[in-house]
């Protein structure tokens, strides 16, 4: 039986060292995208925005690493440059979405009552749309933009949050350390910020972190459909839309913000599920 209990604990202390080594390496990955993106502007070998007709369409090469657009700018440094546009926006995105839905669902949670019923009937209606369809309908509706790109996605996606807030409210309000800190004479306001939000902060960082990559591919898609951000402004969906109709003869003007969305998306989803793992007890037992 004692060697039972070693053995098992030596698994758990295994892959807990991995999940520590993958938050390391992943984390490395995100701020390296991260710091990209801020540094965007001293990265760049040439000017994303400088057009040279004599060099256009020119295949990925010593020069052009990977080669040039129809108006011959440099497609290394608008991927890079792009980075911004599209990585800053859904980072911003998922901060909005988190602060509103989190907010709406701790009020709900704690008050109940009518507010509860009319919050959460609000959120029923915004889940009932298709989230896609109704943000491509209420960017029309702003007109595009990389701004409003984020207003539209902004209005369907706070729910999930909300949801998510609301439930792990439900349950610690019940809790006996909440009576506790009630007798005590902590307001309703202190209870929150001490006690409620550290509690459900977990679930809530682990749905935003896994929605970055989600909300990169949303507002690319925007743009690659004209309702984000507009030529000629650098942002990968942008590019991959101006560029389509040439993907059969030049290929790398699409495949270039085709690829830097993929690596971004599949490291932040990495560096989610890393998170995940990490504050879940269960997830850390195995």
Known sequence: MEERQKATRRRRQVGKDGIKLKMILFGAMVAGVVLMAVLAPYLVPYDPYEQDLGNALLPPGG??????DRYGRDMLSRVIMGSQSTIFSALLLVAVITVIGSTVGILCGCHGGKLDALLMRVSDIFLAFPGMVFAIAAASVLNGGI???VAALACISWPK???IARSQVMTIKTMPYIAAARLSGSGAF???I???IPNIAGPVIVTA???IGTMIMEIAGLSFLGLGATPPTAEWGSMMSNGRSMLQTSPWVVLAPGVAVFLTVMIFNLAGDTVRDLLDPRQRGR
């Open 190 to 192: 202190k209870i929150v």
């Open 194 to 196: 001490k006690h409620m």
């Open 209 to 211: 972190v896994l929605d």
């Open 63 to 68: 020069v052009h690493l990977l080669g040039t």
């Open 147 to 149: 701004l409003n790109a």
């Open 161 to 163: 949050y909300a949801r």
